[in-house]
């Protein structure tokens, strides 16, 4: 019922930066959380950001000096300003949308994720 798309992933140099945007789609009610993790090959689904309805953000400490969340909640998108990028950021940078905060779950709770957009940071 929900489909989720990132856009803007690609080739970067390290100390570049890109520009990361997710659209959530079709039959949607309540959304509350939008963000963003990151996967490499071998190593578990992480955290990047997540930004609440109402404007809270929770961040990866590894991270939240060189990225930024942001929103438009009328029309269902989430952004990742990425800057200072580094190798070590190469990754598939997912969108996630929820209609529960990060902190609470229920049984009404739902969670919706898009396929990836790779980010490749190398010279």
């Known amino acids: 019922q929900v489909q989720v798309v990132e856009s803007g992933g690609g080739l970067v140099q390290p100390g570049g930066s890109l520009r990361l945007s997710c659209a959530a789609s079709?039959?949607?009610?309540?959304?509350?959380?939008m963000g963003w993790y990151r996967q490499v090959p071998g190593k578990e689904r992480e955290l990047v950001a997540t930004?609440?309805?109402?404007?809270?953000?929770k961040y990866n400490e590894s991270m939240k000096d060189r990225f930024t969340i942001s929103r438009h909640n009328a029309e269902n998108t989430v952004y990742l300003q990425m800057n200072n990028l580094k190798p070590e950021d190469t990754a598939v940078y997912y969108c996630y949308v929820a209609n529960h905060p990060d902190y609470y779950e229920d049984y009404k709770s739902r969670e919706w994720w898009g396929k990836g957009t790779l980010v490749t940071v190398s010279s």
């Open positions: 930004m609440t309805s109402d404007g809270d953000t």
């Open positions: 079709g039959t949607i009610f309540s959304i509350n959380t």
